[in-house]
T-cell receptor, first 110, second 114 residues
Framework: QKEVEQNSGPLSVPEGAIASLNCTYS??????FFWYRQYSGKSPELIMS????GDKEDGRFTAQLNKASQYVSLLIRDSQPSDSATYLC??????????FGQGTTLQVKP | DGGITQSPKYLFRKEGQNVTLSCEQN?????MYWYRQDPGQGLRLIYY???????QKGDIAEGYSVSREKKESFPLTVTSAQKNPTAFYLC?????????????FGPGTRLTVL
């Protein structure tokens, strides 16, 4: 079992819809969780951080964390073509390092 | 203007040559990291440093070397022992190794072996 798992996609949604990206992790003692957006040929950009159970909203983005289920998700409301990118889930566990998932490719179709 | 800089943006190397990738940050971050990304793949950790004059191997350190003589600098050398070095190399930093600190990436160096 991979430490951080994401569906590679592609996830295709129409413009204006809600995109839901999911991530599961294996280390129960993980304390902090991050979502990065990576455009093709570019470096990852941090878009959300979440540390406690529940929802955290920032503009069109909502991160959701459920530590009991070892599950973290990212919702993107009113999806735009400019949101088309690969989204990386990262988890900080007891190794003292960020562990990254393989990423989910999101395609927003006009 | 604070941030992480990497140079060069593109680098071409002949087989058998060593090359050094530069990473500099002016964020006053203690921890710095090097990752490798292959097309369609996730990030793999090469080396990391949590403090000046100290560094540890990551998951794929063979064929690479690093130094951390200054807080703001963490250069990566890709040696001729690295069998398949063509990849996108990303440097990252965070304030320290505590869990809640955010990690930021530089713009990357794309290395191609000819």
């Amino acid at each position: 079992q991979k430490e951080v798992e994401q569906n590679s996609g592609p996830l295709s949604v129409p413009e204006g819809a809600i995109a839901s990206l999911n991530c599961t992790y294996s280390d129960r003692v993980s304390q902090s969780f991050f979502w990065y957006r990576q455009y093709s040929g570019k470096s990852p950009e941090l878009i959300m951080s979440i540390y406690s159970n529940g929802d955290k909203e920032d503009g069109r983005f909502t991160a959701q964390l459920n530590k009991a289920s070892q599950y973290v998700s990212l919702l993107i409301r009113d999806s735009q073509p400019s949101d088309s990118a690969t989204y990386l889930c990262a988890v900080f566990g007891n190794t003292g390092k960020l562990i990254f998932g393989q990423g989910t490719t999101l395609q927003v179709k006009p | 203007d604070g941030g992480i800089t990497q140079s060069p943006k593109y680098l071409f190397r002949k087989e058998g040559q060593n090359v050094t990738l530069s990473c500099e940050q002016n964020l006053n971050h203690d921890a710095m990291y090097w990752y490798r990304q292959d097309p369609g793949q996730g990030l793999r950790l090469i080396y990391y440093s949590q403090i000046v004059n100290d560094f540890q191997k990551g998951d794929i350190a063979e064929g690479y070397s690093v130094s951390r003589e200054k807080k703001e600098s963490f250069p990566l050398t890709v040696t001729s022992a690295q069998k398949n070095p063509t990849a996108f190399y990303l440097c990252a930093s965070r304030l320290d190794s505590l869990s809640y600190n955010e990690q930021f990436f530089g713009p990357g160096t794309r290395l191609t072996v000819l």
